[in-house]
């Protein structure tokens, strides 16, 4: 099946400071998507993108699918930004998201 | 809020015993996904309904099963529960079953079993 790696696995910041997230796969795809697991457990989609950039607020997202990665961009963090970062994928062979093991975000005051 | 619906949000149980997880998806939607998140094995699909029908299985034991009814909720149901089933499960929905459709999380239901 297709694999999905995080990078970093764990990523400690000082309010203010901006941020990036990686996320490899293996094969093609046809739905990328990121989220967030706040600390109370909810995963809080972020973006849906399978293909180029999107921005909202704070937070942008680019997936170059012919390279088969995807970044996720942190600016000006905040303390409400910690939590868990997940990419998960999903291609025609596949029936479900396959989850990366996620990047740990503490955002200090 | 994604719009999808998971009661309870926390169940407390024994081993050996059996519970039901219940999922409402966001309105119109007709594919519901069942994924597990444990400390040891991170998120795991582990099946699929789409318009009443079951469609994919994923990591799931044979002690687990689901249904999703014509109304379109979905139920989750774990029986002989162990120590080792103690975990957060979340239901998705989306509006079709074809890979391009994004997946909403619903706020989950954390199991733990004693």
């Known amino acids: 099946g297709i694999q999905v790696e995080q990078s970093p696995p764990d990523l400690i910041l000082q309010e203010g400071a901006n941020s990036t997230l990686r996320c490899n796969f293996s094969?093609?795809?046809?739905?990328l998507q990121w989220f967030h697991q706040n600390p109370w457990g909810q995963l809080i989609n972020l973006f849906y993108?399978?293909?180029g950039t999107k921005q909202n607020g704070r937070l942008s997202a680019t997936t170059v699918a012919t390279e088969r990665y995807s970044l996720l961009y942190i600016s000006s963090s905040q303390t409400t930004d910690s939590g868990v970062y997940f990419c998960?994928?999903?291609?025609?062979?596949?029936?479900?998201?396959?989850f990366g093991s996620g990047t740990r975000l503490q955002v200090q005051p | 809020d994604s719009g999808v619906t998971q009661t309870p949000k926390h169940l407390i149980t024994a081993t050996g015993q059996r519970v039901t997880l219940r999922c409402s998806p966001r309105s119109g939607d007709l594919s519901v996904y069942w994924y597990q998140q444990s400390l040891d094995q991170g998120l795991q699909f582990l099946i699929q309904y789409y318009n009443g029908e079951e469609r994919a299985k994923g990591n799931i034991l044979e002690r687990f099963s689901a249904q999703q009814f014509p109304d379109l909720h979905s139920e989750l149901n774990l029986s002989s529960l162990e120590l080792g089933d103690s975990a957060l499960y979340f239901c998705a929905s989306s509006g079709g079953q074809g890979p391009a459709y994004e997946q909403y999380f619903g706020p989950g239901t954390r199991l733990t079993v004693t």
């Open positions: 094969d093609s795809v046809n739905n």
């Open positions: 993108i399978p293909s």
């Open positions: 998960a994928v999903r291609n025609t062979g596949r029936r479900a998201l396959t």
